[in-house]
């Protein structure tokens, strides 16, 4: 639809527009870049950290991007390809076809790119959040999973980005939790902390955002090595250990100190909901609620910190009450104990 108003009004369409046109709409990875971010000493860096990830038959293209406008990639639920790149230098890449003037791509899989006039990822409804990003954003990318959507932009010079993960409002929370906790593992790695020190983490309603604020002084190649590192590292088992509390009326059953049974759930979390909790205020904006005495019928310590019921983010002692009051059969308290992450179920016991 884009490229038919364009040429409704006797314009070419932009180059950026051209590349993505022919991305197709069933993509569930989509990324987006001028050609002068990829031509950036500290990108080109980067992009020969990752070149090794990519086929060897790839590498043409990976050089033809480099030295054209625009390039967009497309990676669909199969990991099926296509890379579409809008160059007016010579092609020699035999990996690369070519599509229309001086518009060119390359596929894996079984992935084609989107014939003139079909449906793109300009057009389908899934991608129109990122459409604006995707077509103006010097670097941009999409990433679609099942319950979220991810969505992030970045410049070279001055260095700086964001990054925004949309999900249903009763886990983001959790997917907020998530990103402070990979923020924490960059700022403990030499070649990122200086990365982790600009990224400002913000939660508002269904949407977590990273915002890195420059300036920033860092070997971007270095600190992707870095992160991609953390990233494929096997999941941190939770060192927050909780134990089992003396087994009293309402609670009957413990399994590892973190799973609960209770005659009746309501009874259970009322002490919590009774308990003195006091706000933690992180950025402007209450990260949690601490703990300032102990709930030793559930085993809760003073100072451990209530992050979430049931997904939702708690920033208050009344929505922490009727978010327990409104628990039905089942209730998952996200906990922080001792900075480390933990979840204390509580369930009803059916008869």
Do not use: Y
């Amino acid at each position: 639809m884009i490229a038919a108003l364009a040429a409704c009004h006797g314009r070419p369409a932009p180059p950026r527009q051209r590349v993505l046109e022919r991305i197709p709409a069933d993509a569930r990875v989509v990324v987006a870049a001028d050609g002068a971010v990829l031509a950036a000493p500290r990108m080109r860096a980067v992009v020969d950290v990752l070149r090794p990830r990519w086929p060897a038959r790839f590498g043409c293209v990976i050089d033809a991007a480099l030295a054209g406008d625009h390039a967009a990639l497309g990676i669909g639920a199969q990991g099926d390809l296509v890379v579409v790149i809008a160059t007016r230098a010579a092609v020699t890449c035999p990996a690369l076809s070519r599509l229309a003037d001086s518009v060119w791509a390359a596929t894996l899989g079984a992935a084609r790119p989107a014939a003139p006039g079909a449906p793109s990822v300009l057009d389908d409804a899934a991608h129109a959040r990122a459409r604006p990003s995707l077509l103006q954003a010097p670097l941009a990318a999409e990433v679609l999973l099942p319950g979220a959507r991810v969505i992030a932009t970045a410049g070279i010079d001055p260095l700086e980005g964001w990054l925004a993960i949309d999900v249903p409002e009763e886990a983001s929370a959790l997917a907020e939790q998530k990103v402070r906790g990979v923020v924490d593992k960059l700022a403990r790695t030499n070649a990122t902390v200086a990365l982790a020190d600009r990224i400002a983490v913000s939660h508002d309603g269904p949407q977590v955002i990273a915002r890195l604020a420059g300036p920033v002084e860092v070997d971007l190649a270095s600190a992707v090595r870095a992160a991609l590192a953390i990233l494929e590292a096997p999941e941190d088992r939770p060192r927050a250990a909780l134990v089992c509390p003396v087994l009293a009326p309402p609670i009957v059953a413990c399994a590892n100190g973190s799973r609960l049974t209770a005659t009746s759930l309501s009874a259970a979390l009322v002490p919590l909901a009774a308990a003195r909790l006091t706000p933690i205020v992180v950025n402007e904006r209450v990260a949690s609620l601490r703990l300032e005495a102990p709930v030793p019928s559930l085993g809760l310590r003073a100072g451990d910190h209530v992050l979430a019921i049931d997904g939702r983010h708690v920033t208050s002692t009344a929505q922490l009450g009727e978010l327990l009051a409104g628990a039905r059969a089942r209730a998952v308290i996200t906990l922080q104990r001792d900075a480390e992450a933990a979840s204390l179920e509580v369930i009803e016991q059916r008869f």
